[in-house]
């Protein structure tokens, strides 16, 4: 789980703390957002897409919805 290039993440100007551990450093993922209507016309693709910023010391999971621009 460990990742050598793990970085600091700002969430709104404020530095996330992981809100189990409270370790800084984090690693970046993009992570679909499956609903059950296009998971059953086999249109997943079509689904939006967060982002998930994970723990580099216990590997919990913080998502965020990207937010319209």
């Known amino acids: 789980m460990f990742d050598p290039n793990a970085?600091?993440?700002e969430i709104f100007g404020r530095q996330?703390?992981?809100?189990v551990c409270e370790h800084?450093?984090?690693w970046k993922r993009e992570a679909q957002l499956n609903t059950a209507t296009a998971s059953f016309f086999n249109m997943d693709w079509a689904?939006?897409?967060?982002?998930?910023?994970?723990?580099?010391?216990c590997g919990y999971i913080h998502?965020?919805?990207p937010q319209p621009s």
């Open 7 to 9: 970085e600091t993440v």
């Open 16 to 19: 996330l703390k992981c809100m």
């Open 24 to 26: 800084d450093r984090f």
């Open 47 to 57: 689904n939006d897409s967060g982002v998930c910023i994970i723990c580099n010391k």
């Open 63 to 65: 998502w965020f919805y």
